[in-house]
């Protein structure tokens, strides 16, 4: 027997018209949050970076191809990852459908990960997707846009992730955390997870003009939550997101495995 409220249609009715008007106020607040992005300063970019693609050795305004926009997903796949992130994974499973419709209206969507060209290949492979993965194993980008850090910068409480410092983390303290949901995570990428914990999710906006890059935005952990799309059709299902017992998800093909 159900514990959930029960009632009849016009009770249903009046509690969703409050609703309503509370969903009308938050889509104007996200509408005023869009402009507020886009208002922000943009911040040129000088560094050479470099990445690997299906096509080549690559800068990031190749990156761009002929559009003036790019939006980068930071998928978390490590060097020494056999596999990408479930999380990023599932986020990722939606990008095929839309980057063709970014991509016709001047802007590039990317994944890039620190992990060799034919690693990430191979899994794009078995994951069906088409979406553009570029590798930028040979340079810094991680690292500068705040979403890899070594083991040295973890022990030294250097870690400025989703702009708040992270206290410096012992070998100890990684040791004792080799259980739990972010540890089963990580086995799913064939990493441990002191390993897995060092990339880290995120998504940035670059624009190009005059000839010259610009970062515009960045944003980490929960400000993705409105790119799993996913989540969005399990906020509306009647349970929600229903996650009592923790990370629940895997890579697609992974499902009815075990």
């Not at 000839?211 to 935005?217: L, T």
Request: net charge negative.
């Amino acid at each position: 027997m159900t514990k959930h409220t029960v009632g009849t249609r016009k009770e249903w009715l009046a509690a969703r018209l409050d609703l309503l008007q509370a969903e009308k106020d938050l889509t104007r607040r996200s509408d005023e949050l869009a402009r507020q992005r886009q208002q922000l300063p943009w911040v040129r970019i000088d560094k050479p970076y470099r990445f690997d693609t299906d096509e080549g050795s690559a800068t990031l305004a190749e990156l761009f191809r002929g559009r003036s926009q790019l939006l980068v997903y930071h998928f978390m796949f490590g060097p020494d990852f056999e596999a990408g992130c479930p999380s990023c994974s599932m986020i990722a499973d939606g990008f095929n459908g839309f980057a063709a419709h970014l991509a016709q209206h001047d802007v590039m969507l990317w994944a890039i990960s620190r992990a060799p060209l034919p690693t990430l290949q191979a899994f794009k492979q078995r994951m069906g997707w088409s979406f553009p993965w570029a590798s930028s194993n040979a340079s810094d980008f991680n690292a500068d846009f705040s979403v890899w850090f070594s083991a040295e910068e973890e022990r030294a409480g250097r870690v400025e992730y989703n702009y708040r410092h992270e206290p410096a983390r012992s070998c100890e303290h990684a040791a004792s955390s080799d259980e739990g949901p972010v540890a089963s995570f990580a086995a799913m990428c064939g990493t441990d997870r002191a390993t897995y914990v060092r990339d880290r999710p995120g998504m940035s906006a670059f624009v190009q003009e005059h000839g010259a890059v610009y970062h515009s935005y960045s944003t980490y952990a929960r400000g993705l939550d409105v790119l799993w799309g996913s989540y969005q059709w399990l906020d509306r299902a009647p349970k929600g997101r229903n996650e009592e017992a923790g990370l629940w998800w895997r890579h697609h093909d992974d499902y009815g495995k075990r």
